[in-house]
């Protein structure tokens, strides 16, 4: 470090001087870095965050792509619909050429700048499956490729994962991450992330039921059916008849020359079957069915409750869901009576767990704790497992719970909303988390903000769209007669169909 003096005949410092200069240097100083809050990274007055995503749009009879700012991406230029397996990846798959006369088409796969990706390959798709209520999913971030007549599998970065070596590559319907592959006319299968759980040897597979953990039925060539689970346990040996769809405290049905039986894991014979069905392995025992009557038995067979019910569902702990007479009640695997045979229909809704009962011709129903009190009776006409909330619509007027059935304001559930519904006088209006009015009370009715910060407004019967500072984006215009969801991304409504996931700026 280097040293210094002042030289002689030098004049002394003004240190009243220097403490000014010192001062004003520090004021400028602040100056600028209050500036820069102001007008950078921090400032109030910056656009609304909101994660950036992707959707199909459909205009003047042509598809293009729009993200969460109802910014186009791509122009609407194609005749087919785009798909988007994954909205928050610019991964847009495009036909083209389509002769239906012949059933032959073109694909290609375009990032946001328009640039075709996955170059090499005769065809590139998702895979397309299907949830329990038929609506449409797409597994994993994988996607399949053709190359000279054979499939194989990619991920979204082109990595190949499977070699273009198979006949057939897709879903099994309505069951999560299980893909079957053929090869030289066998069968195996593969998970979403293009692993292997069973090699191709098999003459059929199949998945034992809807939820993937529970393993999938394996047939060989000689018609035998075994069990092999998601993690490649081989469960049951390939040796039986046929194995029922059911499953549960490691118990299974299969058939073995011409008789039904239970048996446990590794395929040791616990009893044999004498009812019609069994349809449920749960704690408490087995729902059985016998001349299109329900009861139960335990798990070495013996009868706990005699089939005398029109249909018998597991819901929870020792608790069924039970019909008898045309009306739905809820019984003890006693057989004592929990809740009344008065209900047109019981719902346990497991991931809430809590009851949803409804009684014949009205349009409300009773929801009811596990201890069978009615906490709440109106319409349920949401649920939100991600935030925590059911949306409740009594008398006219929507109210928020928690799973406990808490009553919770709007503002408690969406704390990064800058406006909030609010009614008054039958009309309504936006208020800001202080509950100052911001937008007047001049609406008949009105959506809370969207995630991408825009809600639906409606007034004389037609409907529009305000962004999240309460301005007009659009003019109310749209009637949505047939509508089953209203929501806005700027000047672009969802699309009538309800199934076919795209915004529009038609009417």
Not at 259 to 286: C, L, P, R, S, Y
Not at 398 to 404: D, E, Q, T
Request: glycine share 8%.
């Amino acid at each position: 470090m280097g040293t210094g003096r002042r030289y002689n005949g030098e004049p002394k410092l003004n240190m009243k001087k220097v403490a000014a200069v010192v001062i004003a240097v520090a004021v400028i100083i602040m100056f600028f870095i209050g500036f820069g809050k102001i007008f950078g990274k921090n400032s109030p007055l910056k656009e609304k965050n909101i994660a950036l995503k992707y959707f199909t749009v459909y205009t003047n009879q042509k598809y293009g792509v729009i993200n969460s700012k109802g910014e186009v991406i791509i122009e609407p230029t194609y005749d087919e619909m785009i798909i988007i397996p994954n909205g928050t990846k610019d991964i847009f798959f495009c036909t083209q050429n389509v002769d239906y006369e012949n059933g032959t088409y073109e694909t290609k796969v375009i990032n946001k700048k328009g640039q075709t990706q996955y170059k090499g390959y005769t065809s590139v798709e998702p895979i397309q499956n299907v949830d329990s209520q038929n609506v449409v999913t797409y597994e994993g971030e994988i996607l399949k490729v053709r190359k000279d007549n054979k499939y194989g599998i990619i991920d979204y970065k082109g990595h190949e994962l499977l070699p273009c070596q198979y006949d057939v590559i897709e879903p099994i319907k309505g069951t999560r991450k299980s893909i079957l592959i053929q090869k030289d006319g066998k069968y195996g299968l593969m998970d979403d992330t293009g692993s292997i759980i069973i090699e191709t040897e098999y003459a059929e597979i199949k998945a034992l039921n809807e939820e993937y953990s529970n393993g999938y039925v394996v047939k060989n060539s000689d018609g035998k059916y075994g069990l092999i689970k998601y993690t490649k346990e081989m469960v049951l040996e390939v040796k039986y008849d046929a194995i029922d769809p059911v499953c549960g405290n490691d118990l299974y049905v299969v058939t073995e020359n011409g008789t039904k039986q239970v048996v446990k894991t590794k395929g040791e014979k616990v009893f044999d079957v004498t009812v019609d069905a069994i349809t449920d392995i749960n704690e408490n025992g087995m729902i059985v069915r016998k001349n299109n009557q329900y009861g139960i038995i335990d798990h070495s067979g013996e009868e706990k409750i005699k089939c005398q019910y029109q249909d018998l569902q597991y819901a929870f702990s020792e608790y069924y869901i039970a019909k008898k007479g045309g009306k739905t009640g809820m019984i003890k695997i006693s057989g004592e009576e929990a809740l009344p045979f008065e209900y047109e229909r019981i719902q346990y809704r497991k991931d809430e767990n809590f009851l949803e009962a409804s009684v014949e011709g009205s349009v409300e129903s009773k929801l009811i704790d596990t201890n069978f009190d009615v906490k709440v009776t109106g319409i349920l006409s949401e649920i939100n497992t991600e935030l925590g909330y059911m949306k409740v619509r009594q008398e006219d007027t929507y109210h928020y719970y928690n799973f406990k059935f808490e009553e919770k304001k709007i503002q408690d559930i969406y704390k990064t909303n800058e406006l909030y519904v609010s009614k008054q006088d039958g009309k309504y209006g936006y208020v800001n988390k202080d509950g100052v009015v911001v937008v007047n009370y001049i609406y008949d009715d009105a959506t809370e903000l969207n995630s991408f910060g825009y809600a639906a407004v409606k007034k004389d019967g037609v409907w529009g769209c305000i962004d999240h500072k309460g301005k007009v984006v659009v003019e109310p215009t749209y009637t949505f007669e047939n509508q089953a969801v209203i929501d806005f991304i700027g000047k672009w409504h969802y699309g009538e169909d309800i199934n076919a996931n795209f915004y529009t700026d038609e009417k």
